[in-house]
């Protein structure tokens, strides 16, 4: 097979496939259904036609007849009259007119058979084209309960483009939602655990702390200060106990921010 052939034969087998999956029989059948009452109505008319110049031969023979009858009438006036030449002229043009007569019947009565043979097939041709209309409804109206089914079973099962976007939504909105309650239970875990700091307890702890921190601090100050002093206070030689007492004077003043301290801690 050359090259040529197989392109054609390519191209024909995909303009097919082309036109059948753009093809709606529903389409079809109406179109078809339009050609055969096109072609009713052309037989109808074919019948009107034949029944007009049938009626046109019957007015011209019912004029001939007429005329006929007449010549008749004065033929025999003529012989009355003795006149037998007029009457044997009125004679010979009732002949004339009677051929006329004879070939004018033999043409209605072919008029009259083609208009019943036409109004036998019109009459024929209406009761298919009626069936066809009934047969092309219930066609029509299968196919279309089909494709809402098909569309149905396919929006159920998730084939249809519309329901596998809508799934995928749903199956993000899902992951989404683990997410947050996976990380929601995680600070939980770690709040209880005392691994993260409640943030809404942290700014009330802080004044005490705060507070806290600086007693100990000024009561760690006083002490070493005390400290210092009692390093640093020469000894009397002649009267030593007074210099006791001072000392030990000294050393409940230095002693007594210290306590006073500890029992404001304590309280």
């Given amino acids: 097979m050359s090259m040529m052939k197989r392109i054609s034969m390519i191209f024909r087998a995909k303009a097919n496939k082309a036109l059948d999956r753009a093809e709606d029989p529903r389409e079809t059948l109406d179109y078809s259904y339009q050609r055969q009452v096109e072609m009713l109505a052309k037989v109808r008319r074919g019948v009107a036609d034949v029944a007009t110049s049938r009626k046109r031969v019957e007015l011209q023979m019912n004029q001939l007849q007429s005329q006929s009858a007449k010549l008749t009438e004065q033929a025999q006036k003529a012989l009355g009259m003795g006149r037998e030449d007029l009457a044997r002229e009125a004679l010979t043009r009732k002949s004339g007119l009677q051929t006329q007569v004879n070939e004018l019947t033999a043409q209605h009565a072919q008029l009259q058979g083609e208009e019943e043979k036409l109004t036998l097939a019109s009459q024929r041709l209406q009761a298919k084209v009626e069936a066809f209309r009934t047969r092309k409804e219930t066609i029509k109206?299968?196919?279309?309960?089909?494709?809402?089914?098909?569309?149905?079973?396919?929006?159920?099962?998730?084939?249809?483009?519309?329901?596998?976007?809508?799934?995928?939504?749903?199956?993000?909105?899902?992951?989404?939602?683990?997410?947050?309650?996976?990380?929601?239970?995680?600070?939980?875990?770690?709040?209880?655990?005392?691994?993260?700091?409640?943030?809404?307890?942290?700014?009330?702890?802080?004044?005490?702390?705060?507070?806290?921190?600086?007693?100990?601090?000024?009561?760690?100050?006083?002490?070493?200060?005390?400290?210092l002093k009692g390093a640093t206070t020469p000894p009397a030689i002649d009267s030593s106990a007074p210099a006791a007492v001072e000392a030990g004077g000294a050393a409940d003043e230095s002693a007594a921010p210290v306590a006073q301290a500890e029992k404001e801690e304590q309280s």
């Avoid at 209880?192 to 802080?206: N, V």
């Avoid at 601090?217 to 006083?222: H, K, P």
């Fill in 141 to 227: 109206a299968t196919y279309t309960a089909a494709e809402a089914q098909t569309r149905i079973n396919e929006a159920f099962s998730g084939i249809s483009e519309e329901m596998g976007d809508v799934g995928m939504a749903i199956q993000r909105a899902e992951d989404k939602t683990q997410q947050m309650q996976a990380r929601a239970g995680a600070i939980d875990e770690l709040i209880s655990t005392g691994a993260l700091d409640d943030a809404s307890a942290i700014g009330q702890g802080d004044d005490i702390t705060r507070e806290l921190e600086q007693m100990s601090s000024q009561s760690d100050v006083e002490a070493e200060l005390a400290a």
